[in-house]
């Protein structure tokens, strides 16, 4: 029930805000009418307005624009985050910087990402720049020709990626679960406008809660 609220589509959310502005005015008129008492209306017209204005704050301004939590499926993230972790995600930030070396990012990944061909939620590690030459060999990654120290990574890649310049308005995205992530070394470097946002902090299980890094 929780994923479900978190993750409705427009059409529902405006459903929904349809719903309660007509609930809101047929308690008023049932008031004026005296079928229900005058106190009783002004105290459930109340409770409506503040869910129809909550919802409009939640649903239609924050979730879109400032923060969003998401889920964690799968164990690509190890150990930084865990399968069925639960995050927030700051959808601001990059309105007013370019993301970062290190960065923990939630995209839109590309179609050949997925089997299906359907475009999912992906959250990965910013690894490589604009203008960067990525490399991979040796149990390490190397940008420009030197080792990147990942304290991060589960473990070192077991594979090659032989030099890649990255484009510009591109990324290059890793899990840092590195041998069992579907990454940019698998399809690609991402564009950089599919980025959705910075994953900020694990809420769910308490036992985790913290700052991702």
């Not at 459903?15 to 008492?37: D, H």
């Not at 990324?171 to 399809?187: A, C, P, T």
Request: some cysteine.
């Amino acid at each position: 029930m929780m994923d479900w609220l978190a993750n409705l589509s427009v059409p529902w959310i405006i459903l929904l805000v349809v719903v309660l502005a007509v609930c809101r005015l047929g308690v008023a008129m049932l008031g004026r009418s005296g079928t229900l008492p005058q106190p009783a209306a002004d105290s459930t017209g109340e409770v409506l307005e503040s869910a129809l204005i909550a919802i409009v704050l939640v649903f239609l301004i924050i979730r879109p624009y400032v923060v969003q939590a998401f889920y964690i499926p799968s164990g690509s993230m190890h150990p930084t985050l865990l399968e069925r972790d639960r995050i927030l995600v700051n959808k601001f930030v990059y309105r007013f910087r370019e993301p970062k070396r290190g960065d923990v990012v939630v995209f839109k990944a590309p179609s050949q990402a997925s089997p299906d061909g359907r475009e999912k939620d992906f959250i990965k590690r910013v690894v490589g720049l604009p203008g960067d030459t990525l490399e991979v060999r040796d149990g390490a990654t190397y940008i420009n020709g030197k080792p990147l120290r990942e304290p991060y990574i589960e473990e070192p890649p077991y594979y090659v990626y032989p030099p890649y310049q990255i484009p510009q308005g591109m990324l290059f995205v890793m899990g840092d679960n590195r041998n069992d992530s579907n990454d940019s070394h698998s399809w690609g470097p991402l564009e950089r406008s599919r980025i959705l946002g910075k994953a900020l902090v694990v809420f769910w299980p308490f036992s985790r809660a913290g700052l991702i890094h």
